[in-house]
């Protein structure tokens, strides 16, 4: 049969397709150029959010941000450490790491001693080699050290504010990269009553430790410890540990409203935004820091305290921290207290429990009876899995005259303290166990 009499018996294929083939060719290319440009697009976000949590690209961006944060920048520099000490294991040099972890209780006399030592300022968030500790250390491990011919390498990875929760994931997440699993890690813990029953914390997905660490498989337990949680609260801190766009979408906000504010005075002189001056007065001004701004890194000065309020400030913040006891919150703390220390079993790792000083008035702020349970439930927590437990917070050193503002050793008696703090570690089973092992602390 000729063609055109096929054509016009089938008609309805002509009608259907409406389209000469030239023309379908056509459209179905427009159709792969528009899924190719959308799979382009997205396999570029990704690399960029890849690079963007690999770079941490706003560290050098003067802003305040997670990347300016403490959190950030002692777990960074204690990295540095161990990638050093794994490089010198491998040539088979005896290295011993001992990292201290807490709060600002530990903070303060670490790096007011260390200042004192190095005679110089100090970095407070970068500076994290404990050289004055490994010092100490040496000194009270006396020949059991010579015997192991160990260099002992000290770091501290303790940060502000720091709660039992936030120990627990940087033992999880920072720690147990440390070289050889650990084999040659040696952690003391320094706690407070605070680190347990804090009213100033929300939440434990709200610190930034976890903004800044946490993780996709940490999210189960996160979500188990904090019931209250809503179904879009959950969505949005998986996708901050999915996406680092998302995590750190509070900081690139801050950055573009800073570029918006500053373009905006120079392009409309008339109009100024609040700024801080030098003395720290937040107001209408041409000139000054904006509130979203953060200006260098703070210093920790010999002989000097690092930056704290006043005794009386401090005593109303903690009546506030401490009052009244939230028995939910004091729990979940509790019980990852306990992770961190079946965590720590599980990859032998070493372990000293210290319990830091606070000053007589500090303590006496705390409601009747807390004290004593958290006192108590630490201690058996420690005998249940096998870790050393020192009580530190014992005459001399909870006298108020140590004390610049109630809970944080004056730089006077910090390196005293630390000596005691090398003292009871070198006479620790953490000390026996590391020279067992073939190693010192």
């Not at 500076?127 to 501290?156: C, D, H, I, P």
């Not at 965590?343 to 303590?363: D, F, G, Q």
């Not at 014992?394 to 006298?399: I, T």
Request: overall charge neutral.
């Amino acid at each position: 049969m000729p063609p055109q009499l096929q054509e016009s018996k089938d008609p309805s294929k002509a009608q259907v397709s409406g389209l000469t083939p030239s023309a379908q060719n056509a459209s179905g290319r427009r159709r792969w150029q528009a899924v190719s440009a959308v799979l382009v697009a997205f396999l570029l976000l990704v690399a960029v959010d890849l690079a963007f949590g690999y770079f941490h690209p706003l560290k050098g961006v003067k802003t305040v941000g997670l990347d300016r944060g403490e959190p950030f920048n002692a777990s960074s520099a204690v990295r540095k450490g161990f990638a050093v000490d794994a490089s010198d294991l491998k040539q088979g040099k005896a290295v011993s790491e001992v990292v201290l972890l807490g709060s600002s209780l530990v903070v303060a006399p670490c790096l007011q001693s260390e200042s004192a030592f190095q005679a110089r300022p100090l970095e407070r968030f970068n500076e994290r080699r404990l050289t004055s500790f490994e010092q100490y250390l040496k000194g009270a491990l006396g020949s059991s050290l010579n015997a192991s011919n160990a260099e002992v390498r000290s770091y501290l990875l303790a940060s502000g504010g720091e709660m039992a929760s936030d120990a627990y994931f940087l033992e999880k997440n920072v720690l147990l990269d440390a070289p050889d699993h650990g084999q040659h890690l040696a952690i003391i813990y320094g706690i407070g009553p605070r680190d347990f029953q804090d009213n100033l914390f929300p939440r434990v997905d709200s610190s930034g430790i976890f903004q800044v660490l946490g993780r996709l498989d940490d999210l189960p337990v996160v979500f188990k410890s904090e019931p209250g949680i809503t179904f879009d609260e959950g969505g949005s801190i998986f996708m901050g540990r999915l996406s680092s766009l998302m995590r750190y979408r509070g900081d690139l906000m801050r950055v573009l409203t800073v570029r918006t504010k500053r373009a905006i005075e120079a392009l409309m002189p008339g109009i100024m935004f609040e700024k801080y001056n030098d003395s720290l007065a937040l107001k209408r001004q041409k000139h000054g820091l904006f509130p979203e701004e953060a200006q260098g890194t703070p210093l920790v000065f010999p002989n000097l305290a690092i930056d704290h309020n006043d005794w009386t400030k401090t005593n109303y913040e903690y009546i506030r921290r401490y009052n009244p006891i939230d028995k939910n919150k004091s729990e979940t703390q509790f019980a990852y207290f306990e992770r961190f220390l079946k965590l720590a079993a599980a990859n032998h790792l070493n372990v000293l429990v210290v319990n830091m000083p606070i000053s007589t008035a500090n303590r006496g702020v705390i409601p009747p009876g807390f004290y004593d349970r958290y006192l108590a439930t630490t201690k058996d927590l420690c005998k249940q899995y096998g870790f050393d437990y020192s009580d530190l917070n014992v005459e001399p050193w909870c006298q108020d005259k140590n004390f610049v503002d109630s809970v944080h050793l004056s730089p006077a008696v910090s390196q005293a303290f630390l000596k005691a703090l090398a003292d009871s570690a070198a006479h620790s089973s953490l000390s026996v166990a590391s020279v067992q092992r073939g190693r010192a602390l």
